[in-house]
């Protein structure tokens, strides 16, 4: 037992101390962030909105994190990720304190748009800013993979906390959130311990020997994205349609079903995610990326023979190992194929291509459960995964043999 513990703990050893801070700081936003899972209840049950008005306040939310990846991307190239991070983390309190005194809707479409902006505007930002102190391929990696994991350990808490207290407490939330996150910048800002410049230059991560993208960066980079968009598309049915057919499906158990199911999601990904991942490393990523894209939709499609609540436990393995898998090389694809200037840029489009299938997703996920069935749907999922396997082992196949045309 104590060598399964220590094997495990090595999965997360070898990272250089200031990269466990900007953890740590990616871990009190997650969790501050997350009470926006919680705001279409606030809205409908404590300043009694109509449902429909809840919605397009979280779509004004999804509408800014479009904007916000772009802009924290871009910046970071050409000033400093710790300067953005800093900028977006005030944002973000002035936004949490507009929250817990707001009960307009107009301004709190501004408010949430504002949120939606700097949130992932912190999120690219504080990923180019940790990877700027990694040195190797194996420091890379685990330092994706752990923001990953400290990111559903913060939903978790985040999820922990609303649950305990009245929805009405929110405002309460909010406030206490934004004081946390004016503390961590005034961290940031006064400690010596970072400068406000990028630790190692970009010039020195790069794979390219340029700052040109080469034609199989372009490549890889565009299939990373399709498959992106498309993967979106599934896992926000499992934040939309899969809550509603697990309460049709069981109608007895009311939605503890679903809330089991994401703590198992969210567990497996916190404890599997960084071991998996480094185990993966020996593998071709761009495999690895699509086998994760079709094990989730398969989780999905597995649904169609749904008859007791073992199959779904079943089909939400398959499901958080595909989610896992593909996760965890996706954005090191980007990253790595980017050239020295443009890493933010890349990573700011693969966050935009993210909010874009999050925006779509529920909406046309709803229209086909609506109107074809819940089958339907978990066979579309199937088939985008699906696709993605396809386009990859072509993608593969197509530069394999050009490598042999060239020998």
């Known amino acids: 037992m104590n060598n399964y513990f220590y094997n495990y703990c090595k999965h997360y050893e070898g990272l250089p ?20 899972y919680f705001l279409s209840l606030y809205f409908v049950n404590a300043l009694y909105f109509d449902v429909t008005t809840a919605g397009l306040l979280i779509s004004a939310f999804g509408f800014g994190t479009v904007f916000g990846g772009l802009i924290g991307g871009n910046l970071a190239d050409y000033i400093s990720a710790k300067k953005i991070v800093i900028v977006s983390l005030i944002l973000q309190s002035i936004s949490f304190l ?36 990694t040195h190797n391929e194996e420091q890379r990696l685990k330092t994706i993979n752990i923001l990953d994991a400290v990111a559903n350990i913060g939903l978790g808490i985040s999820a922990i906390i609303c649950s305990l207290l009245p929805i009405q407490h929110l ?16 961290y940031l800002i006064f400690t010596k311990r970072f400068s406000l410049t990028n630790a190692v230059s970009y010039s020195e991560l790069s794979l390219t ?3 040109k993208l080469t034609s199989h960066g372009i490549l890889s980079i565009t299939l990373v994205l399709a498959s992106l968009f498309l993967v979106g598309f599934i896992i926000t049915q499992f934040c939309s349609t899969y809550s509603i057919y697990l309460h049709t499906l069981f109608p ?39 086998t994760g894209a079709f094990l989730l939709s398969l989780g ?14 079943l089909t939400s393995l398959v499901y958080t190992l595909g989610e896992i898998l ?6 090191l694809i980007c990253y790595e194929n980017a050239p020295a200037n443009k890493k933010g840029f890349i990573l700011g489009i693969y966050r935009i291509v993210y909010a874009m299938s999050r925006m779509v997703g529920p909406f046309v996920g709803a229209y086909v459960y609506q109107q074809f069935g819940s089958n339907a749907l978990w066979q579309l999922c199937g088939i985008l995964g699906g696709s993605c396997f396809m386009i990859t082992i072509y993608f593969e196949y197509s530069r394999n043999l050009v490598q042999m045309e060239h020998r």
Do not use: C
């Open 17 to 36: 101390s200031h990269i466990w801070i900007i953890i740590g700081i990616q871990l009190i936003n997650s969790t501050s962030i997350s009470i926006i």
């Open 252 to 290: 007895s158990s009311n939605f503890e079903m679903f809330g089991l199911v994401f703590a198992l999601n969210t567990f497996l990904i916190v404890i599997l995610q960084t071991p998996i991942a480094n185990y993966g490393r020996r593998f071709n990523r761009v495999m690895l990326m699509s």
């Open 300 to 313: 999905m499609t597995l649904l169609v023979l749904s008859t007791s609540f073992y199959w779904i436990i």
């Open 326 to 331: 593909f996760f965890s090389v996706a954005q």
């Open 98 to 133: 507009f929250l817990s005194t707001l009960n307009a809707i107009a301004p709190l479409t501004l408010i949430l748009f504002l949120l939606g902006i700097s949130t992932y505007s912190f999120i690219t930002a504080n990923f180019i800013w940790a990877l700027s102190y």
């Open 171 to 186: 405002k309460f939330i909010s406030f206490v959130a934004a004081i946390i996150l004016l503390l961590v910048v005034g």
């Open 209 to 211: 020997r340029d700052n």
